[in-house]
């Protein structure tokens, strides 16, 4: 069996280098039985039931294709991309995973999450709250998608002005307590942008890195699982 685990790639135009390459990375995947997406994919999603954002299409026909070829999806909701609607669980046939999960695939048990819970930042834990609070969800049925997305870019440029080296922390003192608790072979996260393959205590812990500058990913082939990265 064949799984990849990517992470961060806060996708906005199809015209960006790391969607162009993203797409690319995709298009030559073949025989490819899981793809577990762990969060931040998109630099904003918010779920509606009968539309997407428009930028994103060229993705999401990628997924729908890898679906429809057997490719089983997965996707770990980050802090930029939550609420994934329908269109995830409807059309790609997608597990949408809140917060984590442990899975057994290919003889081994995975703990899979995106990594911001365990970033004692309050920055991110409030930013959280906020965009997954109630009268959000109902806001967005209510004020055109357009302004959603708009508000929605311009916090993102707004946080990462004033704190830009927050999501580029060493995960390696959140993910070893982290690890020592999750009953499980192997921890993979997103998150951080620092890539991480290491082991503590019998435990295979990998943090993915993105997809912005580093092109990181990891692939497990018959349950060996590898950290590598598309342009080396």
């Given at each position: 069996m064949?799984?990849?685990?990517?992470?961060?790639?806060h996708?906005?135009?199809p015209?960006?280098?790391?969607?162009?390459?993203?797409?690319?990375?995709?298009?030559?995947?073949?025989?490819?039985d899981a793809?577990?997406l762990l969060g931040?994919?998109?630099?904003f999603?918010?779920?509606?039931?009968?539309?997407v954002?428009s930028?994103y299409?060229p993705?999401?026909?990628?997924l729908r294709?890898?679906?429809e070829?057997?490719?089983?999806l997965y996707f770990?909701?980050g802090?930029?991309?939550?609420?994934?609607?329908?269109?995830?669980?409807e059309t790609?046939?997608c597990?949408?995973i809140?917060?984590?999960k442990l899975?057994?695939?290919d003889?081994?048990?995975?703990?899979?999450?995106h990594g911001?819970?365990l970033?004692?930042?309050?920055h991110?834990?409030?930013?959280r709250?906020f965009w997954?609070?109630?009268?959000?969800?109902?806001?967005?049925?209510?004020?055109?998608?357009d302004l959603?997305?708009s508000?929605a870019?311009?916090?993102s440029n707004k946080?990462?002005k004033?704190?830009p080296?927050?999501?580029?922390l060493?995960?390696t003192p959140?993910?070893?307590p982290?690890?020592e608790k999750s009953?499980?072979?192997?921890?993979?996260c997103?998150?951080f942008?620092?890539?991480?393959?290491?082991?503590?205590?019998?435990?295979?812990?990998?943090?993915?890195?993105?997809?912005?500058?580093?092109?990181s990913?990891?692939?497990?082939?018959?349950?060996?699982?590898k950290l590598k990265?598309?342009?080396?």
């Amino acid at each position: 069996m064949r799984a990849i685990f990517l992470s961060d790639a806060h996708l906005r135009q199809p015209q960006d280098n790391n969607y162009q390459f993203l797409l690319n990375f995709l298009n030559r995947q073949k025989d490819l039985d899981a793809l577990f997406l762990l969060g931040d994919i998109f630099e904003f999603w918010l779920g509606y039931k009968h539309l997407v954002f428009s930028v994103y299409i060229p993705l999401l026909e990628k997924l729908r294709q890898l679906s429809e070829n057997g490719t089983k999806l997965y996707f770990v909701e980050g802090n930029h991309d939550f609420n994934l609607g329908s269109y995830f669980t409807e059309t790609l046939d997608c597990t949408v995973i809140t917060d984590q999960k442990l899975i057994d695939w290919d003889g081994q048990k995975i703990l899979i999450s995106h990594g911001d819970l365990l970033n004692p930042s309050p920055h991110y834990l409030r930013l959280r709250s906020f965009w997954r609070s109630w009268p959000i969800r109902i806001l967005a049925q209510i004020v055109h998608p357009d302004l959603v997305w708009s508000f929605a870019i311009w916090l993102s440029n707004k946080s990462s002005k004033n704190d830009p080296d927050s999501h580029h922390l060493d995960p390696t003192p959140y993910l070893l307590p982290f690890s020592e608790k999750s009953n499980s072979d192997i921890v993979i996260c997103g998150h951080f942008h620092h890539p991480l393959d290491t082991e503590h205590q019998g435990i295979r812990i990998i943090a993915l890195g993105d997809w912005i500058s580093q092109f990181s990913y990891a692939e497990m082939v018959d349950g060996e699982i590898k950290l590598k990265s598309y342009i080396n």
